[in-house]
């Protein structure tokens, strides 16, 4: 166990909609970062948070947005769902801003239908 | 660009066999290199990292990895695969100076023969 959580498990939504995945860092961690992992595009990075304020951007949709809350917690969010989007959505926090490993939560599988 | 190879997509080697996966980097400067492992429905886990030093690292679960600057190459090495040691491996760069904002290669998935 990581100590990253991520909400919920596992999400089955209709394309055209809209969803919410949560993730919460471990204990201390201060750095959120998002990654997608799908069957065509492997993992990829998509966005990274430190103490609220956004880092860096990866290949991030712009129908997709995230955001870190002041108790550390980030949301990333996911509109106008296609099926392309179905992948598994993983958090990870470390730390610092930079310098130090990060630890990857289960994921949230996304089936985009 | 920055991107990782790892050419071999499946491989399966008998327990009790050595194990070698391979990883190519392509990196404009000094790399900061990771192996990661994922079985099946979780996460992703470190295995070792590499940033600078001694080119050979050591990591979990009795796992090591070379770096050859002249090779562009970070490959995994173990030299007695056990049955849980079954899962998928990722090679993948830090960009950026953050060891958060990684480019993955596309993984090798490892079968364990009994």
């Known amino acids: 166990d990581s100590g990253v959580t991520q909400t919920p498990k596992h999400l089955i939504t209709a394309t055209g909609q809209r969803v919410t995945l949560r993730c919460s860092p471990r204990?201390?961690?201060?750095?959120v970062y998002w990654y997608q992992q799908s069957l065509d595009q492997g993992l990829q990075f998509l966005i990274h948070y430190y103490n609220g304020e956004e880092r860096a951007k990866g290949n991030i949709l712009e129908r997709f947005s995230a955001q870190q809350f002041p108790d550390l917690h980030s949301e990333l969010n996911l509109s106008s769902l296609e099926l392309g989007d179905s992948a598994l959505y993983f958090c990870?926090?470390?730390?610092?801003?930079?310098?130090?490993?990060?630890?990857f939560g289960e994921g949230s599988w996304l089936t985009v239908v | 660009a920055q991107s990782v190879t790892q050419p071999d997509i499946h491989i399966t080697v008998s327990e009790g066999a050595s194990l070698e996966l391979r990883c190519n980097y392509s990196y404009g400067a000094t790399p900061y290199l990771f192996w990661y492992v994922q079985s099946p429905g979780q996460g992703l886990q470190l295995l070792l990292k590499?940033?600078?030093?001694?080119?050979l690292v050591q990591g979990i679960k009795g796992f090591e990895a070379e770096f050859k600057r002249s090779q562009s190459s970070f490959n995994l090495r173990k030299p007695s695969v056990h049955w849980s040691d079954a899962a998928e491996y990722f090679c993948a760069v830090a960009t950026g100076g953050s060891q958060g904002n990684l480019i993955f290669g596309k993984g090798t998935k490892l079968s364990v023969k009994p």
């Open positions: 990870a926090s470390s730390v610092g801003i930079s310098g130090n490993t990060i630890y």
């Open positions: 590499y940033f600078s030093g001694d080119t």
């Open positions: 204990s201390g961690d201060l750095s």
